[in-house]
């Protein structure tokens, strides 16, 4: 082995891994920032409220407390993520995607 130690190779190894793995993640936390809008959060996109009155929930689902209400026509940012039928409308609010329509460019996922 030219003359170097066992020991020089595998921190050697270590370095190179802990620098690959470090690298990827920049790379994902990049490309997340970007399709965000640079926020750090899902992209979003603005909506019309559909129904007469519509309930904000704290979780994706009608099992979640009612947090808040929307009227008709109101026009709310909300974000791309829908789980369950519910669409997310800021931190730990969600609103039923079946009643929110995006407005017309708005680029909602």
């Not at 970007?34 to 099992?63: F, I, K, M």
Request: proline share 3%; charged share 25%.
């Amino acid at each position: 082995m030219l003359g170097i130690p066992k020991r020089t190779f595998v921190i050697v190894g270590a370095v190179l891994g802990v620098a690959l793995i470090y690298s990827s993640g920049a790379e994902q936390r990049e490309s997340e920032a970007e399709g965000a809008g640079g926020s750090g959060e899902q992209a979003a996109c603005t909506v019309t409220v559909t129904a007469d009155v519509l309930n904000v929930r704290s979780g994706p689902g009608t099992g979640h407390d009612v947090v808040g209400k929307y009227r008709e026509d109101a026009e709310v940012e909300a974000t791309t993520e829908v789980r369950d039928g519910f669409r997310r409308v800021g931190d730990g609010r969600w609103a039923s995607d079946e009643f929110l329509e995006p407005v017309d460019g708005a680029r909602c996922g």
